[in-house]
Each structure stands twice: as C-alpha cells, then as structure tokens.
C-alpha cells in the first residue's frame, strides 16, 4: 500500500528547474532510494518532501493528507522525520541532549508546569530520558550518552542525527546522504541501521550516493536527472539501465560500461 504519493512535483530557483514534474509512490515499510547525478535534484526533492521548501506546483499526500505548502513542523507532527546532507546536531549538547530533543513532538507540558516544575514534567523528561538511551543503544552509541557531540566521531555523529530523528517516532524517515563522508565499515554500519529500521516498521527514504549500499538496502530505485524522473524499478533492473548508466558515466563511459558487461556475460 502507498503510505507516501507525490504528483507533479515541481520547484525553480529563478530560471533553474530545480525539480520538474515528479511523481513517487512510496509503499508503506519499505525502502525507496533516490539516485541521480550531483545536481539532479536530489536534496531539492527530499527539501519539499520534509517541508523545507514549498514547491511551486504539485502534491505530497501522505496517507492521503494533502502536506504540500504546510510549513516543515507541520510535515514533523503528520510523520515525517528527516536527516540532512550536512550534520545538524546540537554541538554543544551531549548525545542523550541531542537525541531527547526530538522527543518534542511527543511531550505534553503546559508554561505552568515547566516553572512550576511539576511531578508530571519530572516524569516526561524520565521517559524522554529512557526512550533516548534506548534508541542510542539501537543505532550503536551505547556508552556516548554523556559524551558532548562536539567530542565525538563523525561516523557517530551520523548515527546520533538518526536517532534523533528516529526520536519522533515518525512513519516515513527521510535519509540525506547518510553514508556520506564515512568509510567502508561505517558505511555498513549505517547499511545495517536502515535495514533494522525498515524491518522494524519505518518507511524509509534514502538519497545516497553510495550504490553498493542502495543497492544493498533498497526494495525500489528512482533516479532523478535534470530534475525529471529518468528510470525506477527494482535496484538490479535500474542498475543495467543504459540510460541509468550513461547519466552516471556519460555517453561514452555508459557505451564502455555496457561493452565490459556483455564480454563478462
């Protein structure tokens, strides 16, 4: 079933199209990967899709609730959670702070009971408190909890910007380029972290550039080029694409790549 249906998606930048008609089906649970060139439109693509930029025209429904034009903490309360290209954690927070802050959504605390500091905050902070380390545990940190995030790794940090996002218990979780920057052993510890997200319930989003692990992970493949959709299907029928392999290598290193191929076939 479609959990997450985008229709005629579009967004320009004054003279650029940024992004140009795109339609997406996304099924509920699974992992649906977004590939494409630099400058295809990538980031644009999951910035409408979180809320972060209005598009200009088009639709984004999730479970059939219209989102497109809702302001992103609106796209946040409906179920959408994200992570960024460029890590946007709270540096001078410790990792249990950081990922505590995207408890927010689900804490109820009145202005009064916040100065008042009341038996009820005490105990939704207590929760907060729990479900954070259990989900710094889930993605690999336990043992970071006190550690302030400006002290830590940049591989962990990319786990810790998940886990925050995880925090919002959301029913679609956008990934920006979540390997990128890491090397081969974090990167499949990330590859390891969605597929146990995605086998727990999570509908994930992933743009990457990374393709042994997209190919990896992934139950449907889109590739974006120019803004457009360029192909979509399964991850091994959209990695032989010609088209697929020429917007990656170019004309003639998609006409070499294809040649390699048959010899070895």
Request: charged share 20%; glycine share 10%.
């Amino acid at each position: 079933m479609t959990l997450l249906s985008v229709s005629g998606l579009a967004k320009s930048f004054g003279g650029l199209r940024a992004v140009d008609g795109v339609d997406l089906a996304i099924s509920r649970g699974s992992v649906h990967s977004i590939i494409g060139p630099n400058g295809a439109g990538k980031t644009c693509l999951i910035n409408m899709l979180s809320g972060v930029y209005r598009p200009d025209a088009g639709s984004i429904k999730l479970d059939g609730r219209e989102l497109a034009g809702e302001p992103a903490h609106g796209f946040a309360a409906a179920g959408i959670a994200r992570t960024f290209q460029n890590l946007q954690v709270f540096f001078n927070m410790t990792a249990l702070e950081n990922v505590m802050t995207g408890r927010h959504l689900h804490e109820r605390c009145s202005l009064a009971a916040a100065l008042l500091r009341t038996r009820a905050l005490a105990r939704a902070e207590a929760a907060s408190r729990k479900a954070a380390r259990e989900l710094l545990r889930a993605v690999g940190l336990a043992g970071w909890e006190d550690t302030p995030a400006d002290a830590m790794p940049y591989g962990a940090l990319k786990r810790l910007e998940i886990a925050r996002a995880l925090a919002a218990e959301p029913r679609v979780l956008l990934l920006d380029e979540p390997a990128a920057g890491l090397n081969a052993t974090e990167a499949r510890e990330i590859d390891e972290l969605i597929q146990r997200v995605a086998a727990a319930g999570t509908t994930i989003v992933l743009v990457e550039h990374n393709m042994a692990l997209v190919m990896e992970v992934s139950d449907h493949v889109f590739v974006l080029d120019h803004g457009r959709k360029l192909a979509e299907g399964a991850p091994g029928d959209v990695a032989r694409d010609p088209r697929v392999v020429e917007a990656y290598l170019g004309a003639e290193g998609g006409a070499a790549a294809q040649q390699q191929e048959a010899e070895h076939a």
